[in-house]
Nanobody, 122 residues
Framework: QVQLVESGGGSVQAGGSLRLSCAAS????????MSWYRRHPGKEREYVSI???????SYADSVKGRFTISKDNAKNILFLQMNSLKPEDTDMYYC????????????????WGQGTQVTVSS
């Protein structure tokens, strides 16, 4: 069983920054892509960003230019640096390890963390 443990959430004023961390044993596994999602109460989960095993990254339009995803392969930690935060970024943030299929990767279970709350006040 793979566990993902997020940390780094908190409360900040608009324009401020936070860095989220997610510790997971599969961060450096080439058969997993690591992602961040967020969810507002009563709404669907929203994709935020992904970092693939080749290091390429993608972002939702709503966070592009403000958020940066990265990972420390040696320490198996995923990060999300969030700058220029806005009140609409207030959400529960989740990291995810999404299994891939292709080459030597055979797919499998996706794993989720328990979430960390980010609150941005105006």
């Amino acid at each position: 069983q793979v566990q993902l443990v997020e940390s780094g959430g908190g409360s900040v004023q608009a324009g401020g920054s936070l860095r989220l961390s997610c510790a997971a044993s599969v961060v450096n596994d080439p058969c997993y892509e690591m992602s961040w999602y967020r969810r507002h109460p009563g709404k669907e989960r929203e994709y935020v960003s992904i970092i693939r095993s080749d290091g390429s990254t993608s972002y939702a339009d709503s966070v592009k230019g403000r958020f940066t995803i990265s990972k420390d392969n040696a320490k198996n930690i995923l990060f999300l640096q969030m700058n220029s935060l806005k009140p609409e970024d207030t959400d529960m943030y989740y990291c995810a390890a999404e299994s891939t299929f292709g080459g030597s990767c055979i797919g499998g279970t996706n794993y989720w963390g328990q979430g960390t709350q980010v609150t941005v006040s105006s």
